[in-house]
């Protein structure tokens, strides 16, 4: 039963442009179509829950590319496009009611995506392993990964890789709770 | 001719905790007593520029670390206590006359440290190397690294090393001005 974090970040920890904007993720050259270990990661996951934003967000690339639930987090949204019945739900509340009920209905390992729900997670201590991808850019400006906190989490280092000489790849796991 | 950043912050970007405090940096195990690899890197400095935060916290310690010049950049400070004479000089104004005029006396090398005056180099992009050493705690709130930039920029990472599994330290050089 593990919540993870696996996101990129500029080096001043923006995560997008403050207009969402992705593209400055595609700049850092790719040669071998390396997907920096994601589908390794993807693997052990059972459910994705995101926000509002990066919900659509996904939706405006015009192709789902999860191949697992995903649960959208939002008081705002009204409902799931149709197309994506059966892919993505709707929920809201708080986030250890929605970790319990996710639990409840089998999914162990849930994968937090966007920049509020991941927030949201840590201002609760219900992520336990942080896996952060630092490109080599600063950008001044954007939707930050972190938020205030009332108490700092220490974190164990696990690992830290490097992809084409150029990202910075650090797993982490909550310790000291 | 390069000016350095050499800092460590929290995961998510933190120098100092909002009263400036230091200590959850030493709560790293370091058994060995590495210095980072710090000794290795004021050995190419030739001076250092701080603010007067900074400035101020390394007075408080008692004992005055540096065996380089260091230049104390500030607008409000009226004078440099006077045991300090010789080690350390105050200047302000424009970052790019400081660094014209440090350069004319003979400082190739700059040190710049402390969150705010990093900040205003970074905003003239007047940073030519950046070494940051991550903690693997979340703090919450703090001081920042990095503040708002008008424009992105791009850097190439160099190297990337992990101490004592627990600390890492990347080292990026401008790239594409």
């Given at each position: 039963m593990t919540n993870y974090v696996y996101?990129?970040?500029?080096?001043?920890?923006?995560?997008?442009?403050?207009?969402?904007?992705?593209?400055?993720?595609?700049?850092?050259?790719?040669?071998?179509?390396?997907?920096?270990?994601?589908?390794?990661f993807i693997e052990g996951i059972d459910a994705i829950v995101?926000?509002?934003?990066?919900?659509?967000?996904?939706?405006?690339?015009?192709?789902?590319?999860?191949?697992?639930?995903?649960?959208?987090?939002?008081?705002?949204?009204?409902?799931?496009?149709?197309?994506?019945?059966?892919?993505?739900?709707?929920?809201?509340?708080?986030?250890?009611?929605?970790v319990?009920?996710l639990r409840?209905?089998?999914y162990e390992n849930l994968y937090v995506?966007?920049?509020?729900?991941?927030?949201?997670f840590?201002?609760?201590d219900m992520i336990d392993e942080l896996i952060?991808?630092?490109?080599?850019?600063?950008?001044?400006?954007?939707?930050?990964?972190?938020?205030?906190?009332?108490?700092?989490?220490?974190f164990e280092?696990v690992?830290?890789?490097?992809?084409?000489?150029?990202?910075?790849?650090?797993h982490y796991v909550r310790a000291?709770r």
């Amino acid at each position: 039963m593990t919540n993870y974090v696996y996101i990129a970040t500029s080096l001043d920890g923006y995560i997008a442009t403050s207009d969402g904007g992705l593209n400055w993720l595609l700049e850092v050259p790719n040669p071998e179509q390396s997907d920096y270990g994601f589908a390794e990661f993807i693997e052990g996951i059972d459910a994705i829950v995101m926000g509002r934003n990066t919900f659509e967000t996904v939706v405006s690339f015009g192709v789902w590319p999860y191949e697992r639930p995903v649960f959208v987090l939002s008081e705002h949204l009204k409902e799931i496009p149709g197309n994506l019945a059966g892919k993505a739900e709707l929920t809201s509340g708080e986030v250890l009611t929605l970790v319990q009920e996710l639990r409840r209905r089998g999914y162990e390992n849930l994968y937090v995506d966007g920049g509020l729900t991941i927030q949201s997670f840590l201002a609760v201590d219900m992520i336990d392993e942080l896996i952060i991808t630092r490109l080599p850019v600063v950008l001044g400006a954007g939707i930050p990964l972190f938020g205030e906190l009332a108490e700092m989490l220490q974190f164990e280092h696990v690992g830290t890789e490097v992809y084409n000489n150029a990202l910075v790849k650090s797993h982490y796991v909550r310790a000291n709770r």
